[in-house]
């Protein structure tokens, strides 16, 4: 065999044994890798809330009467003290003998406690000019040290004492002449027949601004003691009301800050725990599942007109933050898979994978806090299969490996 055979012959032997070992060599595997970077981490407890009064005021009929058509309408605006409804004495049928003589009695006491409650209103007066004219007396004295600041502040106390005692006398002078206007309408009512148009009547009154948020009654007639009419509340001092699990609530402080999305405007709310109130509830979830709860309420801090669409009983969605950096070193959630007892990635460089150990701090959502182990610029696989072996090829899904 001449010398130029013999070198076809190898060179044919050796393309042939390189395409063979091409063939027997495994494909690389194709990964999704994420970058290690750095940024802003928060870890946080999410759940979702609902809007609520902090102080609502649920405004109910204070005797029994006959209410008339009540014309608020929920969104109005009333000021303190605007009258809400009004009460009219219920209608009654004809009295026998009987209770006429019944009705002849109450009539008296009902007069005795108007003369007594009268009398108990004058002495409050008096009271409370006393109790002013023992006030203007000590601030002299105070300034020239003949009495303390003490015996100032008492007196200043006595007078706002009697101011009060002089407001609670009126209310019940009120309350004794409705009821005495009341039975001598009965005595003159006819059978079924209403007080007249021109009769005086009971005004229920606000007892604090705000706005009619519920209306439990609208069309008139007959009415309890006790029966809500109306519900009124301000705006302005909504809070947001979340009902987390007992294992989340334990993790939650007052003064922790909340972030507020999914209320249906554009721009997150700024929050703060007000309170977590210490006694939980078990509630079932909508799977059947038995759950323990805890109330927590949260004050808005964002200025009102950023929310000012918002009403009682929305609904939004509460994110507490119990630990936030602005240089963390992280990566995808996904990459991380057990190693024994602790954690670790497949690091992808120069078109292979590295199994390497790494320590994990924070869990938050899809990111993980990566104390050791790791340098910001390094490529992680996420979602590493079962195939991913220590050094085995890989090529990264749309792109090449390097």
């Known amino acids: 065999m001449s010398r130029s055979t013999r070198l076809v012959a190898v060179l044919v ?75 009219e004495p219920l209608p009654v049928p004809a009295l026998d003998v009987r209770s006429r003589g019944q009705l002849d009695e109450d009539l008296a ?19 409370l000019e006393l109790a002013r004219l023992e006030e203007a007396r000590s601030e002299p004295l105070h300034r020239r040290a003949l009495i303390s600041s003490e015996e100032r502040d008492r007196r200043r106390a006595e007078r706002e004492a009697a101011e009060a005692a002089l407001q609670a006398a009126e209310h019940l002078v009120e309350v004794a002449r409705f009821e005495l206007a009341a039975l001598r309408w009965i005595g003159e009512a006819a059978a079924g027949a209403r ?25 008139e007639g007959p009415v309890a003691a006790g029966t809500a009419v109306l519900e009124l509340g301000d705006l302005g001092e909504l809070e947001v009301v979340v009902d987390l699990l007992s294992m989340d609530a334990v993790r939650v402080r007052p003064g922790m800050r909340v972030v507020l999305t999914r209320w249906g405007g554009g721009a997150a709310l700024e929050g703060r725990v007000r309170r977590v109130e210490p006694a939980g509830y078990e509630a079932v979830s909508a799977l059947g599942v038995e759950e323990q709860r805890v109330t927590v309420r949260v004050e808005v801090l964002t200025p009102r007109e950023a929310w000012r669409t918002l009403g009682d009983g929305y609904r939004v969605e509460a994110s507490f933050v119990l630990w936030e950096g602005a240089d963390v070193l992280q990566v995808p959630t996904g990459a991380l ?63 090449v490996p390097r």
């Open 195 to 219: 007080a007249p148009a021109d009769a005086p009547v009971l005004a229920v009154r606000a007892p604090a601004p705000g706005v009619v948020t519920r209306r439990h009654r609208q069309s």
């Open 337 to 399: 898979y057990r190693a024994g007892e602790g954690w670790a990635v497949f690091v992808v460089a120069g078109g292979r994978v590295r199994e390497r150990v790494v320590t994990v701090g924070r869990q938050a959502g899809l990111a993980a806090e990566i104390q050791a182990g790791l340098q910001a610029g390094e490529r992680v696989v996420v979602h590493p299969g079962d195939r991913l072996r220590d050094g085995l090829r890989v090529v990264v899904e749309g792109g």
């Open 13 to 87: 032997g050796l393309a042939a044994g390189a395409a063979l070992l091409s063939l027997l060599r495994p494909s690389p595997v194709p990964v999704s890798v994420a970058e290690v970077a750095r940024g802003p981490f928060i870890e946080s407890v999410e759940d979702e809330g609902r809007t609520e009064l902090r102080a609502p005021y649920s405004v109910a009929a204070p005797i029994d009467g006959y209410l008339r058509r009540v014309a608020l309408e929920p969104g109005d605006a009333v000021a303190a003290g605007e009258v809400l409804f009004e009460l």
């Open 109 to 127: 006491g009902a007069r005795a406690r108007v003369a007594a409650t009268e009398a108990q209103l004058q002495a409050r007066r008096t009271e």
